[in-house]
């Protein structure tokens, strides 16, 4: 038996195997913002997919468990923050939410070791382990990350391919989706994998990595959309109201003082962008002070989007808005709304509940899903408000009208956990996945402005009053992602796993 391969069965058999889970999710979390070692994520699938090759179901289920407790709780951790420190619920029962939506998360990783362990031949043996760890384990990890980002509404937190915003994977982002970039991580850990195990197919497996990375490096390369129109002058602002001030009467006043004179610097500006419910308060309340901004703004030629709280035709409906000012109005409302935190799911069985344990929500109504992008610097801009940008395929619903994107966030709920940097990152990804230049403003942190190919061009420092300007070339056209959103990737992995179950149907 190859040595390898000895070992590995050895530490499969017991509970050093299990320690071995949980330290590869532990660390993958660093190939994440704000720590960005990409290789690790790599490192981390490849030292789970050879437990699970030579654990039986039941081990394969609890080592899953075990990579899912250390992944989430390292990388999710920080919701422990918006829930006591912000959300005001009693320490005890902050740490029983944290912990129970990490335990949720690792369900996943779980279901999927039981699932590979079952259904494939435990062991390795060269012919059947080359169409299993190549076919399915790639395809698999992604279906499993596609069905976490659409459960309950989905929380995509920690996708692998978000990982390799800088690597050359990346360059598979306008074709597959951050899903497609999941599964060529999974895919190199498969290789790595083969290669440790496999002596025969060395040269095989090496030659699918040098080739999979350098087409990769090459499609990075590739221009998939083009100029649309004239370049524009942008600016966004940054406030840093802290959260626990943020909404109190005192403070709306110099809020909106602070907001007003920052965007007076940028009158020169063709655009400029308040954060996320920036005015703190409803439409109706502040509608006088706007009208005067508007008329300020049409006299300089520039236009505004400002984040508010916006009142339904019906005066209950209340909604998270985006608004645009200047040479013409528009409005978007937020439509993905976190559950639990925006609104409350299934509320006729949850309401009592959540009364009972004391946990402070909002209610919140959703904006629909046929709102299109807003006219501003006589461009389109597509909008997304804090969460929604997780989404992918919800972000690329504004184009091909939306010549750029806008995201607008407080992640001021978060302070200064890895959440901010994550959610940055995901922004990335969503420039990377629509060939646009991505406009991003918040409240505290990280204010930025990406390229499409999702680079940051400008970055505002973190918890500073201050505001970002560039100049930014609007682009038009669709790359192939805009066109199938995750369908390709979600497809083609059904079928490379139908594959794979029907040629060991056939051998047996």
Known sequence: MNPVIAVFVRISRGWRGDLAAVFAGAVAPLAFSP?????????????????WLFSPPARALWRGFFFGLGFFGVGISWVFISIHYHGHVGLGLSLFLTVVLIIVMSLFPMLLGYLLARYLPQGF???????????????????????RGWFMTGFPWLSLGYSQTDSPLAGLSPLAGVYGVSWAVAFTAALLVGLLFDKAGRVFYLAMLVLLWLVAAALNTIQWTRPSGAPIKVALLQGNIPQH????????????????????????????????????????????????????????????????????????????????????????????????????????????????????MSDFSKGGTKQKPLKVANQYAGISICFED???????????????????????????????????????????????????????????????????????????????????????????????GNGLAVSLAILLIAFVAWRLRRQK
């Open 35 to 51: 720590v960005d070692w990409w290789p690790v994520s790599i490192l981390a699938c490849s030292l789970l997919f050879a437990l």
């Open 245 to 360: 001030l943020k909404w109190l009467p005192d403070v709306r006043r110099p809020t909106i003082e602070l907001y007003t004179n920052l965007t007076r610097k940028h009158w020169d500006a063709d655009l400029v962008i308040w954060p996320e419910t920036a005015l703190p308060g409803f439409y109706y309340e502040v509608e006088t002070f706007l009208e005067d901004l508007e008329v300020e703004a049409k006299e300089n030629e520039t236009d505004l989007l400002i984040g508010m709280l916006s009142l339904g035709e019906n005066g209950h409906d209340y909604y998270n808005t985006m608004m645009s000012f200047g040479r013409e109005r528009g409005q978007y409302h937020k439509n993905h709304l976190v559950p639990f935190t925006e609104y409350l799911p299934m509320k006729s069985l949850l309401g009592g509940l959540v009364a009972f344990m004391q946990v402070p």
């Open 125 to 147: 043996e060269v012919g059947a382990t080359r169409y299993k760890l190549l076919l399915v384990f790639p395809s698999a990890w992604l279906l499993m990350e596609w069905l």
């Open 390 to 484: 997780a989404f992918g395929e919800e972000v690329i619903q504004a184009l091909p009208e939306a010549t750029f994107l806008v995201n607008v966030s407080n992640d001021a709920w978060f302070d200064d956990s890895w959440a901010p940097p994550q959610h940055l990152q995901m922004a990335r990804m969503r420039a990377l996945e629509s060939g646009r230049p991505l406009l991003r403003a918040t409240n505290t942190g990280m204010t930025a402005i990406i390229d499409d190919k999702g680079r940051i061009k400008s970055l505002a420092e973190q918890f500073e009053v201050t505001s970002i300007s560039a100049t930014i070339q609007p682009r038009g056209g669709m790359t192939l992602y805009a066109y199938t």
